[in-house]
Nanobody
Framework: VQLQASGGGLVQAGGSLRLSCALSGFSFSSYSMGWFRQAPGKEREFVAAIRTGGSPNFADAVKGRFTLSTDRAKSTVYLQMDTLKPEDTAVYYC????????????????????WGQGTLVTVSS
């Protein structure tokens, strides 16, 4: 299984970016997918996740600004980030597992077996 994240870059505050996570060796029959991020000098934190047959879950810090979607035909997960803020600056990691994680655990990094290499998002003020 491989997760390849892309789409990061430099954007001004208020702008948008779309991150992509291309999956290989991964089936969409049962899964949990998501994104975590790590800002400079801070611990890694949950951003968003989606599970088989479920609605996306978002961290409070991004709720209403970020959306999460999947394209099974392309085996890709997307994180659309709108109204970006300087505090969104971080390395974003795509994560996944072949299990449908229980809802109360989707924010737990340890639940995810596969991690992408990370893509840097920089939001300037």
């Amino acid at each position: 299984v491989q997760l390849q994240a892309s789409g990061g870059g430099l954007v001004q505050a208020g702008g948008s970016l779309r991150l992509s996570c291309a999956l290989s060796g991964f089936s969409f029959s049962s899964y949990s997918m998501g994104w975590f991020r790590q800002a400079p000098g801070k611990e890694r934190e949950f951003v968003a996740a989606i599970r088989t047959g479920g609605s996306p879950n978002f961290a409070d810090a991004v709720k209403g600004r970020f959306t999460l979607s999947t394209d099974r035909a392309k085996s890709t997960v997307y994180l659309q980030m709108d109204t970006l803020k300087p505090e969104d600056t971080a390395v974003y990691y795509c994560v996944g597992t072949r299990r449908r994680i229980i809802l109360s655990s989707v924010r737990n990094q340890g639940e995810y077996d596969y991690w992408g290499q990370g893509t840097l998002v920089t939001v300037s003020s």
